[in-house]
T-cell receptor, first 110, second 115 residues
Framework: KQEVTQIPAALSVPEGENLVLNCSFT??????LQWFRQDPGKGLTSLLL?????REQTSGRLNASLDKSSGRSTLYIAASQPGDSATYLC?????????FGTGTLLAVQP | DADVTQTPRNRITKTGKRIMLECSQT?????MYWYRQDPGLGLRLIYY???????NKGEISDGYSVSRQAQAKFSLSLESAIPNQTALYFC??????????????FGPGTRLTVL
């Protein structure tokens, strides 16, 4: 059974820092890995999707990597800003569904 | 306009009532999903549908039913609501082809409270 874990559960950094969020999964037979952002009481916004044949994806200040052999994905945020404060969720694409981690709550202090 | 919409956005109901949550999408995707989100438990899949004639149970389908009225519409029903169904409910869609194959896009959510 696929399980997805995110560490740390919460993170506070000063504005301008580069940071890394971690995601690990138990079953390497995933189809893809998707990173989301969720603001309090809001829906999920898709940030990046990495297909199983890819190693990384980039969008602006965000870079996500995928290492299926080690069961890990990382989300790198460059030059963090207070507007990046949110919960970040990763989800592994298994047969017919996504398996979600419980998220990392990020606070970027001005 | 939002690509994935959910109605209602908030609902308070009483134990034993039947309630329907609706989802519509304009993305032209054939796959649709219903999830619930609970604090500390993350998002869990309730039902999913790969086309109008294809409905499948997720990991927590007990107490729920769904209807795929059209490619763009997917409804979730609670036949007899109970307090532990209080949660944030999300609809999502994905496409089975293209560069964003199986990338899921979420609606804004429905906050349901069962008293």
């Amino acid at each position: 059974k696929q399980e997805v874990t995110q560490i740390p559960a919460a993170l506070s950094v000063p504005e301008g820092e580069n940071l890394v969020l971690n995601c690990s999964f138990t079953d390497s037979a995933i189809y893809n890995l998707q990173w989301f952002r969720q603001d309090p009481g809001k829906g999920l916004t898709s940030l990046l999707l990495i297909q199983s044949s890819q190693r990384e994806q980039t969008s602006g200040r965000l870079n996500a990597s995928l290492d299926k052999s080690s069961g890990r994905s990382t989300l790198y945020i460059a030059a963090s800003q207070p507007g990046d404060s949110a919960t970040y969720l990763c989800a592994g694409g298994a047969t017919n569904k996504l398996i979600f981690g419980t998220g990392t709550l990020l606070a970027v202090q001005p | 306009d939002a690509d994935v919409t959910q109605t209602p956005r908030n609902r308070i109901t009483k134990t034993g009532k039947r309630i329907m949550l609706e989802c519509s999408q304009t993305k032209g995707h054939d796959r649709m999903y219903w999830y619930r989100q609970d604090p500390g438990l993350g998002l869990r899949l309730i039902y999913y549908s790969f086309d109008v004639k294809d409905i499948n149970k997720g990991e927590i389908s007990d107490g729920y039913s769904v209807s795929r009225q059209a490619q763009a519409k997917f409804s979730l029903s609670l036949e007899s609501a109970i307090p532990n169904q209080t949660a944030l409910y999300f609809c999502a869609t994905s496409d089975r082809t293209g560069a964003s194959y199986n990338e899921q896009f979420f609606g804004p959510g429905t906050r349901l409270t069962v008293l």
